[in-house]
């Protein structure tokens, strides 16, 4: 297995585990709300980004992308793996409104940007989806990748296990921090 292999595998693992998170967390939310969050914008990355492209020929959609509505169809996104990063990281009002406490609003925060953390200065301080030149990536270290991939694994099974006891201990306090700075109302223990 190449390089490249091996990162597209470990990235549609984490990302398949993250998006379940998601769906499991916020998914009786987003499939009640009336508004449209995803743009076709969004959807057009997933072509326009040589990762995301070849995230789409390893691991093929159920569905075939369309001009008119993107990646969504009526039941959702058809996408599986290889979404673009904006599409973890949008929060609305509504998700974050319904978080019980400053904490909760910040390991919902957290959550969102895991993808995005991963993929982080990929090569030359390019974000993986930004890389346009196969031979950049060809490049991307994969020691830096697995670092990155490593501090975003672990911060989800911190928030994975927050959701489960509802609280962080001050030893797993900085694998979010790592991520996403904690603001000062959230209170680190209870």
């Known amino acids: 297995m190449n390089q ?4 597209i595998m470990l990235y549609v693992d984490f990302e398949t585990r993250v998006q379940k998170s998601i769906s499991q967390f916020f998914g009786s939310t987003c499939s009640a709300c009336r508004g449209v969050c995803c743009k076709i914008d969004y959807c057009q990355e997933t072509r326009e980004s040589l990762f995301l492209s070849k995230l789409r020929e390893e691991y093929q959609p159920a569905a075939s992308y369309s001009d008119e509505t993107g990646w969504q ?8 793996t290889g979404r673009p990063p904006v599409c973890y990281e949008y929060l609305c009002d509504e998700i974050l409104s319904a978080q019980p406490t400053h ?3 910040y390991a919902v925060k ?11 200065r990929a ?20 020691s830096a990748f697995e670092r990155r991939l490593g501090e975003s694994s672990a911060a989800f099974h911190v928030i994975e296990t927050f ?3 509802t609280f962080f201990s001050v030893r797993e306090w900085g694998k979010l921090t790592k991520i996403v700075s904690a603001p000062k109302e959230v209170n680190l223990k209870r």
């Open 163 to 165: 959701y489960e006891n």
């Open 110 to 120: 957290v959550l969102s940007q895991l993808i995005s953390h991963v993929g982080k």
């Open 123 to 142: 090569y030359r301080g390019k974000h993986i989806v930004e890389i346009c030149e196969a031979e950049e990536l060809q490049r991307i270290a994969l």
């Open 103 to 105: 904490t909760h609003r």
């Open 73 to 80: 169809s009526e039941t959702g996104c058809d996408l599986t």
């Open 4 to 7: 490249l292999d091996r990162i």
